[in-house]
Every structure is written in structure tokens, then in C-alpha cells.
């Protein structure tokens, strides 16, 4: 029996009926945490930028369901294994009953009017969501915190402390296992070293650097090598002028 090929269109996510989250209050000294916001989703948006099972978000809203209203909306969120993120970020915000896992790595930054809550309220809160790994990062080197570079690991249904290294020169480090790889403090600056190659992650603003370094050492060889020839050219010509003498 003779079969028909069909084009089969492609079948585009409608997310039209997602209703957005709204975007939660901004603290105060917000200003002071973003260095170590952006260090957190920059650095880890270009390492897993090929994964599109990957969700890497800051600042929305981390609700159980769609009626958490007290849920608390977390200073960075990192998620795998995901049917696409793109829900999450039509939703504005992460909630567990519609992506059906909770995220597996949330980390709070250190500010003076929610740093007490973060080692204490909300570690029990985000082990209570079952978030496997909560890491705490405090800038100002444990005055917001209990400690400036702290982590938890999910065991049992509670959290057990992380390992925290402290080298001679006060940098601090510990190793995320959902990440695989290392959480600095390093002078009061976040930073992810891959614990293979003993290189740290660049931020966006220096892989931007990098290009445009990159760049300008093309642009340089470029016009060296339009100069070198340039410089034959004139040799060869003088030569062949020399040499009609």
C-alpha cells in the first residue's frame, strides 16, 4: 500500500497561559549583593551554556506550588536534568510542582537586612523544599553570615555542612558536588574554580574582556603583517630599480 509523506510542522512551546510571577521587593543594600549575584549567574551560564537541560536564574520567586506565597525568592538558583528551562523563565520565577524537581543548588548572598535569616529560617526552608545543596556567600567576610563562605549538603532530609577550606592567605573554598565544582571566597569576592584543570570560570564581563582582547591581537597582527608586506613590496621594488641601473 502506497503512503503519503506529511510535513509534520514543528510544534512551538505555547507558554501564552503562564501567568508571571511577580518580581519580589528589592532590598535595600541589593547593590552590595549583586557583585556576588552576577559572579554566580555569569560564571555559571557561560560554563553550562551548551546544556539546555540547565537552568541558571537569580532573584524570582522559589515556591513548592502556585498557592506558596510565603516561598522566598533566592539570590541564585541552579537546576538539571530539566525538559527545558524555558517555562521557568516564562513563569518568572521557579516553582517545583510545575517543573517537578526542586533546584539542586541555591545560594544566598550576605546583606545586612536578610543575612540572619539566610543560615538560619531559610536553610530549613530549602531543606525542606529537599534543594540538595545551599551554599551561603557573605562579602563582607562574616559580618551578614555565620561564616563568610559556608555550604550544606542534603542528607537524610537535613542539611550536613560542607567541607570549607581555608588557605594561608584567608581565601576560603569548598567543593559543590551538584556543580562539580569549587565555591572561593576570595577577598570578598565569589569566584568557581574547575577542580581539573585548576582554572577559575570567568565572569561575563571577562570573557567580554578576553574577546576584545582577542580581537584587538588579530587587529594588531594584521596591520603588522599589512606593514611587513607593504615593506617587501618597497624592497623588492627598489631592487629591481637598482638592478635596471
Not at 526542586?102 to 534543594?131: C, F, H, I, M
Request: charged share 30%.
Amino acid at each position: 500500500m502506497a503512503t503519503q509523506s506529511v510535513l509534520t510542522k514543528i510544534r512551538v512551546p505555547d507558554y501564552s497561559n503562564v501567568k508571571p510571577l511577580p518580581d519580589p521587593p528589592r532590598q535595600p543594600d541589593m547593590m552590595k549583593q549583586y557583585p556576588g549575584i552576577n559572579a554566580f549567574t555569569s560564571a555559571l551560564c557561560l560554563w553550562f551554556k551548551d546544556r539546555d537541560d540547565v537552568f541558571v536564574g537569580a532573584l524570582g520567586y522559589l515556591w513548592a506550588d502556585a498557592d506558596d506565597r510565603s516561598g522566598p525568592y533566592p539570590d541564585g538558583v541552579f537546576a538539571e536534568g530539566l525538559d527545558g528551562a524555558e517555562r521557568i523563565f516564562h513563569r518568572n520565577g521557579y516553582v517545583i510542582s510545575e517543573v517537578g524537581k526542586p533546584p539542586d543548588l541555591v545560594l544566598e548572598v550576605g546583606s545586612e537586612g536578610t543575612g540572619r535569616q539566610d543560615y538560619t529560617d531559610k536553610r530549613e526552608r530549602y531543606a525542606g523544599y529537599g534543594v540538595r545543596e545551599y551554599w551561603r556567600f557573605d562579602p563582607s567576610g562574616g559580618e551578614y553570615h555565620d561564616a563568610p563562605l559556608a555550604g550544606d549538603m542534603l542528607v537524610d532530609d537535613r542539611y550536613m555542612p560542607i567541607e570549607i577550606a581555608v588557605e594561608p592567605d584567608g581565601r576560603r573554598w569548598g567543593y559543590s558536588e551538584r556543580l562539580g565544582l569549587e565555591f572561593w571566597w576570595d577577598d570578598g569576592i565569589l569566584r568557581f574554580r574547575d577542580p581539573v584543570s585548576g582554572e577559575y570560570l570567568p565572569t561575563l564581563n571577562e570573557s567580554e574582556d578576553a574577546r576584545q582582547s582577542a580581537e584587538q591581537r588579530v587587529e594588531s597582527e594584521r596591520v603588522a603583517r599589512a606593514v611587513a608586506e607593504r615593506r617587501v613590496a618597497e624592497l623588492e621594488a627598489e631592487l629591481e630599480r637598482l638592478s635596471g641601473e
